[in-house]
């Protein structure tokens, strides 16, 4: 049985933000601080192999130009060889365009060994952490699903991931659990179900406005054209909103398809992190415009989703993600209640519990864990989670180590 590690901080979870921890030390030139003071990453993937499956294996592409992932990367640092390597040269060459998401996973993969490289004997996979237990000392011990102790730590970062709840959206809409799918599943290569009830006449319901409804029916309109009847789509929405460079952008659309503007102070881009982008976002106008006779849009709740929802052979999932939290227990064996669904972070990525109180020694990165904005919109993006967002929890994880270090002896 392998002994209980302690470290300064462990990380739950070894997807693509969890690695934005690293590079956001490298840019710190604190990486070698950081190593000295012991970093641990848990999987519950069972190999390195089993896990570079999981990272983009969707057949679409991306929500954002090429810049966007290798931005986090410092280009004399630690990790800047990822930046040469055949992936890396791609994203490089297409800065500033779209790429294709099985690129991006490419990348990934190859930044993880990279890290993995420098930071050898610190990743353990197969190591399935169920609940994470604070000590009376103040630190943190995660524990898997026999009861086993994994690691004891100062701080934690979860970096779990997101899932989409097709169970709970089965129930609330009354649909048998086999017509429902999710988005991540369709866009990863499912397509059999959709070709058999495109080809047959039948009709596919897509519930969801973001990028992942669009991006849902994009693929299936590029797989299979001219044999999919005109309404076979019919995409559910909440309401729609387009992404623009800025607002003089916004003046090239029809004013009554603008619709709300939210410009970010960082960036300029208006609704940087919700509206829609490239290929979902053109496929939405020529829809809106009545240009696309294959597509449907209508809102939930009208009499006309509801026939859809009803009639449809398929529908597909794209509401988005729900966190893949795992609980956390006091000192006292009592479990601390996180938000539901979604598990909250404030401003400096730490876990908030259910009455928006920071959990100390606990952060949160990625898809599960994203910061909001001043408008409560989320902010997902591969360069938020390698870029601020692991600097802040960096820079606070290494300050708790310099504060014990600087306190007098008693």
Not at 30 to 46: I, K, M, Q, T
Not at 147 to 154: A, D, F, I, M, R
Not at 177 to 187: F, H, T, V
């Amino acid at each position: 049985m392998r002994a209980v590690s302690r470290v300064l901080c462990q990380v739950i979870g070894c997807g693509p933000a969890a690695l934005g921890l690293a590079l956001a030390a490298d840019r710190r030139a604190e990486l070698p601080r950081l190593l000295a003071e012991g970093v641990e990453f848990l999987d519950r993937s069972p190999t390195p192999t089993a896990l570079s499956g999981l990272r983009f294996p969707f057949q679409i592409d991306a929500n954002s130009v090429g810049r966007d992932f290798f931005a986090g990367v410092r280009p004399d640092g630690t990790f800047a060889t990822v930046l040469n390597g055949r992936a890396g040269r791609m994203l490089r060459e297409r800065h500033d365009r779209q790429v294709p998401l099985t690129l991006v996973g490419e990348f990934v993969n190859d930044l993880s060994g990279a890290v993995e490289d420098v930071l050898p004997g610190r990743f353990r996979y197969g190591a399935d952490v169920k609940e994470i237990h604070l000590n009376r000392d103040g630190c943190w011990t995660s524990v898997d699903g026999s009861g086993s102790e994994l690691v004891t730590s100062e701080s934690v970062v979860l970096a779990t991931g997101g899932f989409e709840d097709t169970e709970q959206v089965s129930h609330r809409y009354g649909l048998p659990p086999d017509r429902l799918i999710g988005s991540a599943e369709l866009m990863s290569g499912r397509l059999d179900k959709a070709a058999r009830i495109l080809r047959s006449g039948g009709r596919i319901a897509i519930l969801g406005g973001s990028h992942s409804g669009f991006a849902a029916a994009r693929l299936l309109l590029d797989r299979f054209g001219d044999e999919i009847p005109h309404g076979a789509l019919v995409l559910v929405h909440r309401n729609i909103s387009l992404s623009y460079a800025d607002l003089a952008e916004s003046e090239s659309v029809p004013p009554d398809l603008v619709g709300r503007l939210e410009a970010c102070p960082e960036s300029g881009v208006i609704n940087r992190f919700h509206g829609l982008r490239s290929g979902p976002r053109d496929l939405c106008l020529r829809a809106l415009q009545n240009r696309e006779p294959r597509l449907i849009l209508c809102e939930t709740g009208s009499a006309e989703a509801r026939t859809a929802l009803t009639g449809a052979g398929l529908v597909v999932h794209a509401l988005g993600y729900r966190t893949r939290s795992v609980p956390l227990f006091d000192r006292w064996g009592e479990r601390i209640p996180t938000g539901e669904g979604t598990v909250d972070v404030d401003d400096r990525c730490r876990v908030l519990d259910a009455g928006l109180n920071a959990v100390p020694g606990i952060f949160g990165i990625g898809l599960g864990y994203a910061r909001t904005d001043v408008w409560g919109r989320r902010r997902v993006g591969i360069n938020t989670f390698h870029g601020e967002d692991a600097e802040r929890i960096v820079s606070q994880v290494l300050a708790a180590t310099t504060v014990e270090n600087a306190a007098p002896a008693r």
